[in-house]
């Protein structure tokens, strides 16, 4: 049997909330579930026309506005799966794929606008101006990061990546995840991750109407 380690009533205001809200929630959840898939079926269409057409700038747009919708939807799903569920294991293993993702993300967004993606981008008609809002969406990214890595750093490495082999170690990990943290941490990197939809779709206005179908 487990050690007594979960804090059974670790945020009764958060649950009492979600009990209370359940269906709105729930319906807002499959609102923008939905909402994300449409989105990443255009961008993907985008992406594949693009590359057919050889168009390195509307590639890397493209591609780039497809990785925040592909995080979205999987902090959308992680995220909706944690609220509602009610077996301590469970809960903890939807806040560690979470961390993960979040933790990959903070290191993927800086590395895809890195040179090769501000070479390309800033040969658009106002790629100039797109990428000066990407950049300041970034900083906060890299903030985000700094504020948040040593707790996500400690997740992915004792349970996801690399996985610690030391039963203590890894379970002390896995009980000590704060399920409440977790849904707070996706809330507020879901709010820079609807910064970047932003500007990913300021992006996309500038590139030609007769390039991408």
């Not at 040179?115 to 985000?144: C, M, N, P, Y």
């Not at 991750?193 to 590139?207: A, D, T, Y």
Request: glycine share 4%; aromatic share 8%; with cysteine.
């Amino acid at each position: 049997m487990f050690p007594s380690l979960y804090d059974q009533n670790e945020n009764s205001d958060v649950d009492n909330y979600i009990n209370d809200n359940q269906q709105s929630l729930r319906l807002r959840f499959s609102s923008k579930i939905e909402t994300i898939e449409k989105t990443l079926e255009v961008v993907y269409a985008g992406v594949l026309e693009a590359k057919k057409q050889k168009n390195k700038p509307c590639e890397h747009t493209w591609n780039f506005a497809g990785y925040i919708n592909i995080v979205s939807l999987d902090l959308a799903v992680a995220g909706e799966a944690l609220m509602f569920e009610k077996n301590q294991w469970k809960k903890r293993y939807h806040s560690r794929m979470a961390s993960v993702n979040i933790y990959e993300a903070c290191l993927d967004i800086p590395n895809m606008t890195g040179k090769d993606f501000r070479s390309e981008v800033a040969k658009l008609h106002g790629g100039d101006e797109f990428l000066k809002s990407l950049g300041q969406v970034t900083k906060k990214i890299k903030k985000f990061q700094s504020d948040n890595a040593a707790w996500l750093k400690k997740i992915r490495l004792c349970c996801s990546a690399h996985r610690n082999q030391n039963l203590d170690t890894q379970l002390k990990v896995v009980f000590n995840i704060s399920p409440t943290k977790a849904l707070k941490l996706m809330a507020d990197f879901d709010v820079l991750l609807n910064e970047f939809g932003k500007v990913s779709q300021i992006g996309i206005s500038l590139l030609p109407s007769n390039k991408i179908a």
